[in-house]
């Protein structure tokens, strides 16, 4: 049974930190992009941030950009979305994702087979 677990959320003011995990299992790990995806109270589903399989191409939506940086751990099948100078409107659940490939469209959410139950974060102003 594949299994993404999200942890790291938390309460947080806004201009702080925080840094989110996901740890995968039974799957092979560096066989999929790992995608970030947030949603807000009454929002749709959007994209955050992308890490490719080999690690060497990672994409960001506009409004995270130079805040937030993603990376992967392939031996210990681990992403992780480093979030600095949080705002407001960053509070959200977010999810991680696994999709066998993903390029420029890296936000289609279609793209993804697996997700995780997502973790809450709230960013206090």
């Known amino acids: 049974e594949v299994q993404l677990v999200e942890s790291g959320g938390g309460l947080v003011q806004a201009g702080g930190s925080l840094r989110l995990s996901c740890a995968a299992s039974g799957l092979t790990f560096d066989d999929y992009a790992i995608g970030w995806f947030r949603q807000a109270p009454g929002k749709e589903r959007e994209g955050v941030s992308c890490?490719?399989?080999?690690?060497?191409?990672?994409y960001h939506a506009d409004s995270v950009k130079g805040r937030f940086t993603i990376s992967r751990d392939n031996a210990k099948n681990m992403v992780y979305l480093q979030m600095n100078n949080l705002k407001p409107e960053a509070t959200a659940i977010y999810y991680c994702?696994?999709?066998?490939?993903?390029?420029?469209?890296?936000?289609?959410?279609?793209?993804?087979?697996?997700w995780g139950q997502g973790t809450q974060v709230t960013v206090s102003s």
């Open positions: 994702a696994a999709a066998w490939s993903t390029g420029s469209t890296w936000y289609a959410k279609d793209q993804y087979a697996y």
């Open positions: 890490i490719n399989i080999s690690e060497d191409t990672t």
